[in-house]
């Protein structure tokens, strides 16, 4: 069983949709919670970090954990084609820069 | 500020050489981390680098290696290059100022036939 469990889509949504993505984690010393968007032929760029549970607000974005449950999401309101891309969650414990991936979320919001 | 470069961007060599691949992190950041990422298993961690010395090492062979230097930029290095090794390799560095900022370049991407 892999740390992070991520469903890989692909995901195809209307723009304008709310997006909704998520990952599962077995490690409970996990503490840092990442997602990251990579568009192709590009390196991961960060969007949302949560430290421990709760949640995160960004502009259309929102960055959900659950620890009780070992659940992390990530909500795009509004999604643009712009946003068309394969989405990255990533956890690590404390005191290391080791990040453990998901395989990915690919999405394509069609206009 | 200029972002994580890496280089060579792109890379073909054949099964049997080694290769040597280069990262700049951003200005004043002091921690490297390197990944290798493939279709088949996603973004995997290598190594981790602060002030030159290898803080932590991921789960793969000892052809595998890396280093950092004195002004933080760094290496990583595989020896007798199979097929399987053929991947993105990407590099984040951060600033200890904040655990969040971890910020990847662009890649190397290495094709070995």
Known sequence: QKEVEQDPGPLSVPEGAIVSLNCT?????????????Q??????????????????????????????????????RDSQPS??????????GMDTDKLIFGTGTRLQVFP | KAGVTQTPRYLIKTRGQQVTLSCSPISGHRSVSWYQQTPGQGLQFLFEYFSETQRNKGNFPGRFSGRQFSNSRSEMNVSTLELGDSALYLCASKSLASQETQYFGPGTRLLVL
């Open chain 1, 25 to 37: 984690y077995s490690n409970s010393a996990f503490q840092y919670f990442m997602w990251y968007r």
């Open chain 1, 39 to 76: 568009y192709s032929r590009k390196g991961p760029e960060l969007l949302m970090y949560t430290y421990s549970s709760g949640n995160k607000e960004d502009g259309r974005f929102t960055a959900q954990v659950d620890k009780s449950s070992k659940y992390i999401s990530l909500f795009i």
């Open chain 1, 83 to 92: 946003d068309s891309a394969t989405y990255l969650c990533a956890s690590s």
